[in-house]
């Protein structure tokens, strides 16, 4: 199976800042990466498909990029509805698997 | 608009089955795989499998093999999702998704609400 480190585990910041969430997968996967936002009691909501598409509908302020296998969600300028658990996933080959998730949390 | 909407919540006892169903609309339910997710309380996200709700054809996790059966009705277009054996561990919320086959790569663009899944004697 691929393994994915996904960092840091919980991250505090300010409306405002920069954040970064990184995703390293244990085999190449291609550009097979999804970001998913997750609310309490919510069903997780995709952000990026394939490692750097922004989904429809989601504000530009979110963004993906890879580097081999390394992978980054970058949310530029922090708003309170982004306060959430982020979840990267690879689907490059079953079984399909996710990172550990990131909790943000309002400092 | 695309909609999966799934059953109610269950409580179960360590060692029986259950069967959750997702009903899906708002597309062509035989174009898009269907994919199970679990997450259990405060935990991460956990792939359980997918089947093709045209042909019927399905792919399990070798951790889950011979416990998860997916099947499909396409006369109502709803999915099912039994899981039988069932342990303390297997408590979690249980989601359904769509997966999205007209982009590059490979997402889950639609999901269910949930349904909560109590195992406990």
């Known amino acids: 199976d691929i393994q994915m480190t996904q960092s840091p585990s919980s991250l505090s910041a300010s409306v405002g800042d920069r954040v970064t969430i990184t995703c390293r997968t244990s085999?190449?996967?291609?550009?097979?990466l999804n970001w998913y936002q997750q609310k309490p009691g919510k069903a997780p909501k995709v952000l990026i498909f394939a490692a750097s598409s922004l989904e429809s509908g989601v504000p530009s302020r979110f963004s993906g990029s890879a580097s081999g296998t390394d992978f980054t969600l970058t949310i530029s300028s922090l708003q309170p509805e982004d306060f959430a658990t982020y979840y990267c996933?690879?689907?490059?080959?079953?079984?399909?698997?996710f990172g550990q998730g990131t909790k943000l949390e309002i400092k | 608009q695309v909609q999966l909407v799934q059953s109610g919540a269950e409580v179960k006892k360590p060692g029986a089955s259950v069967k959750l169903s997702c009903k899906t609309s708002?597309?062509?339910?035989?174009?898009?795989?269907i994919h199970w997710v679990r997450q259990a309380p405060g935990q991460g996200l956990e792939w359980m499998g997918m089947?093709?709700?045209?042909?019927?054809?399905?792919t399990y996790p070798q951790r889950l093999q011979g416990r998860v059966t997916m099947t499909r009705d396409t006369s109502t277009s709803t999915v099912y999702m039994e899981l039988s054996s069932l342990r303390s561990d297997d408590t979690a919320v249980y989601y359904c998704?769509?997966?999205?086959?007209?982009?590059?790569?490979?997402?889950?663009?639609?999901w269910g609400q949930g349904t909560l899944v109590t195992v406990s004697s």
């Open positions: 089947i093709n709700p045209g042909g019927g054809s399905t």
């Open positions: 998704a769509r997966e999205n086959v007209l982009r590059i790569g490979l997402s889950f663009d639609y």
């Open positions: 085999h190449n996967i291609n550009y097979y």
């Open positions: 708002g597309y062509t339910s035989t174009s898009h795989l």
């Open positions: 996933q690879q689907t490059y080959i079953t079984p399909y698997t």
